[in-house]
DNA sequence: GCCAACGTTGGC
DNA sequence: GCCAACGTTGGC
């Protein structure tokens, strides 16, 4: 079992949006290193619903439901997509700030690698960041 | 809207 | 294989 953090504009698809589908495709990566990510995601895994740019904050969960596949927005069969279904929105939704001031969570990915849009997520980190939202 | 970080492309 | 130019992401 792994946790991710996936990030997304709330244009262009939001953790309501998910919530309205139940089960969402997750696609339209052109990162190597967060298709690579994509691709070892397995069934099970919990994902943080990270909100980016309009005002940056873990917002929710959400759980792959189905493995890697050729991106039907590709003509690439090298892209994958994942199909992740709605979990839950967080109690208080924990805003990149918290985060950055976090002196347990300075070596996420969120933080090193602001651009990778699918990351992995320590256990510890995930445990830290729910703990944030029930605050 | 600006800009830093960083990934990709293409000339050599 | 190097590196400059350029494009994109994403915080502010």
Same mark, same amino acid.
């Given at each position: 079992?792994?946790?991710?953090?996936?990030?997304?504009?709330? $244009?262009?698809?939001?953790?309501?949006?998910?919530?309205?589908?139940?089960?969402? +495709?997750?696609?339209? !990566? +052109?990162?190597?290193? @967060?298709?690579?990510?994509?691709?070892?995601? +397995?069934?099970?895994?919990?994902?943080?619903?990270?909100?980016? !740019?309009? %005002?940056? /904050?873990?917002?929710?969960?959400?759980?792959?439901?189905? $493995?890697?596949?050729?991106?039907?927005?590709?003509?690439?069969?090298?892209? !994958? /997509?994942?199909?992740?279904?709605?979990?839950?929105?967080?109690?208080?939704?924990?805003?990149?700030?918290?985060?950055?001031?976090?002196?347990?969570? %300075? $070596?996420? @990915? &969120?933080?090193? %690698?602001? +651009? &990778?849009? !699918? %990351?992995?997520?320590?256990? /510890?980190?995930?445990?830290?960041?729910?703990?944030?939202? $029930?605050?």
């Amino acid at each position: 079992m792994q946790y991710w953090l996936i990030k997304s504009e709330p $244009e262009t698809y939001s953790l309501e949006d998910l919530k309205k589908e139940k089960i969402g +495709r997750w696609d339209g !990566v +052109r990162n190597y290193t @967060a298709r690579n990510n994509l691709r070892l995601m +397995r069934t099970g895994d919990l994902c943080l619903f990270y909100r980016s !740019v309009t %005002q940056p /904050a873990v917002v929710g969960l959400c759980k792959v439901v189905k $493995e890697h596949y050729p991106d039907p927005t590709s003509d690439n069969p090298a892209w !994958v /997509a994942v199909d992740v279904e709605f979990h839950s929105a967080l109690k208080k939704e924990v805003p990149l700030k918290a985060i950055k001031d976090n002196p347990n969570l %300075q $070596e996420m @990915a &969120l933080l090193k %690698q602001s +651009r &990778l849009s !699918v %990351q992995p997520v320590s256990v /510890a980190e995930f445990d830290e960041i729910l703990n944030l939202s $029930e605050k």
